[in-house]
C-alpha cells in the first residue's frame, strides 16, 4: 500500500535509517475521554480505521467524523530488526493537537502538550525484536478556556473567520535509528561580513565532529572538532559567498559528521537588520509584499495532500506578485518552510494563539512552552524573517496580566533568537516590538492613502496601536489589509461589501494596494488572503486553488515598484 507523505518530514536533519509510519492505523473516538481510566492503551476493540498523517475531521483520513471529539485514540504495529535494536531509537511526531500521551507495548514513553509543535521520545527501553505495538491518546477540546487552537471553530459548524476543526495527529509520524553517541540539535548563525557560518550543535556522548559545506555539489568549507560533548559551537569560513535573497533560494549544503553518526542539513546566508524605520535583508531595504496564508485545504484540512501541494501553493502566491506570506494563526509543517527556504519566499513565523486569554494568568503555562519549541525547530530556515506569537489580542486595561504575558513571551523569543525581529502581537495593540504591524480594511486607496499619510510626520494614525505612546520610529507594516469578498454567488464572506463586477474588484485592490506601494514610510503589506477558506471568500484563488480573477493583472498591480525601496538609506 501506497505511503501517504512519504517524504522525510524534516529536511533540517536527516539521516539515512528512518522509518516512517504513515498510513492505517487502528482508530476510536472517545466520547466520554475515559479511555485511560478503561486502560485502552493495554486493551481495546477499535472500531475503525484512519489513515495518518491526516487527521479524523478529514476527507483523507477516510474517517470524515466533524463533529466534536473530546478524546481519540490510535494503534498500529511496526517491525524492529536486530540492527535497529541496536541503536537508540526515537519515535517523532510532526504535531499532535492537543495533548498527548504515547505508549509503546503497553509501557508510556511520554506526553505532550499543544497542537502545533513537533516533539519526539526516546522509545529505546520499550521497543523489542520483531513486532512492536504503539498507542496514542490525544485530547482536544478547542471550547476549553486557555487552550490555542488558531483559526478552528469552537462551535459545530464553521462560520465567518472560523473554521473545520483539526483533532489528534496530523503531521507524519516517524521512526529514527541513529548511534548511541548522536547529534541532538543543529543551529546555523550566517555571517556575512566574515563569510563563515557558525553552527552550534547539540550533542549526545563523547566523539569527534565534523562539518563539510558544500555549494551546488562544490566544497566550500569544513571543520573539525576533536573529543566533543555537550554543546559546541565552531566556524566553518567559506570559500564562497552566495546569498539567500528573495525569489533566490541559494541553499547551502552540510554534513554533520559525530562518531558513526552522520546527518544531512543545510542553510541560507542572509541576514536581518532593523535600521530606524527600515527593515533590511543583507543590508538593504526590501518592501514585503505579503499575503495572508492560513494553511488550510479541502481534504486534509491542516494537513497538505501530498508534499507537492505544498510547494504549489508558494507557486500561487508567487503567479499574483507577492514574495513572501504570513503563516496565519496556525505553525505550518517543515516540509512548507523547505520549500520556501528553495525559493526566496520569505514568511512569518507565527502560531495559533486565539482560543488563549492573554488576560489570564495560566496562559503563559499554554503559549510559552510549545512557542518555544517552534522557535527552536524552524530557528535555521532562511525564510522564517519575523517571529509572530501572537495575533490580535485586546488586553483588558484594568487587567495587566496581557501585557506581561506578550512583553515576557517578546523577550523569551528574542533571547531564543537574536537574529530575527519579533512582533509581539499583530495588529490592534502592541507592548513591546520590533515592527510596529497595523490591520486595516479599509477599502477606497485614496482614504488608504490620506490616512497613512502622516507617516511622513512620524506620526502612526491608529495610537491604539501602541497604547497611545511612541510614533513611527520603527518599521510599520500593513499587515491586514483588503480582504475583498468576491463569489459570483454572492454567498459567503468577507471584508465590506462585495464589488459589482470583476473590473470593479480590480479597481479597488489596485486603488489600496498603490495606496502603499506609494507610502516611502510603509515596508510592506499583507493582503487578505491567498484563496478561501470554506465560507471566507475573500481569496485571489478559490478553496481549490482556481483563480478568480487574471492573474497577470493581480500581479502588475502586487509587484509594481515601491515608494519604501527608493528610499535613501
Known sequence: MTIPRPEHPQPQLVRPDWLNLNGQWDFSIDAGNSGRERRFFADHQYEQKITVPFCPESELSGVHHQDFMPAVWYRRQFQITEAQAAQTT??????????CEVWVNGQSVGTHRGGYASFSFDISAAVKLGENTVVVWAQDEVRTPGQPHGKQSTTYASRDVFYSRVTGIWQTVWLEFLPRTHIVNVQYYPNLAG???GVQVQLKGTASLTVDVSYAGQSCGTATVQGQTGV???????????LWEVGHGRLYDVTLHYGADQATSYFGMRDIQIKGNQFLLNGQPVFQRLVLDQGYNPQGIYTAPTNQFLADDIQLALRAGFNGARLHQKVFEPRFLYHCDQAGF???????????DVDDASALSHVLPEWLEVVQRDFNHPSIITWCPFNETLQNRDRPTGDILLQTIYALTKQADPTRPCIDTSGFTHTVTDIYDIHDYIGDGDELAEKYGTLAQGVLPDVRQINGQGDATKPVLLSEYGGIRWSPDDSGWGYGDQPRSVADFIARYRGITNALLNNPQMCGFCYTQLYDVEQEKNGLYTYDRQPKFDLPTIKAITSAPAGYEGAPL
Open 90 to 99: 526515537l519515535l517523532h511526531f510532526g504535531a499532535v493537537d492537543y495533548a
Open 232 to 242: 559546541v559551537t565552531l566556524n566553518v569560513p567559506l570559500t564562497a559567498l552566495h
Open 195 to 197: 563569510q563563515s557560518i
Open 346 to 356: 520569505i514568511v512569518w513565523g507565527e502560531y495559533g494563539n486565539w482560543g488563549t
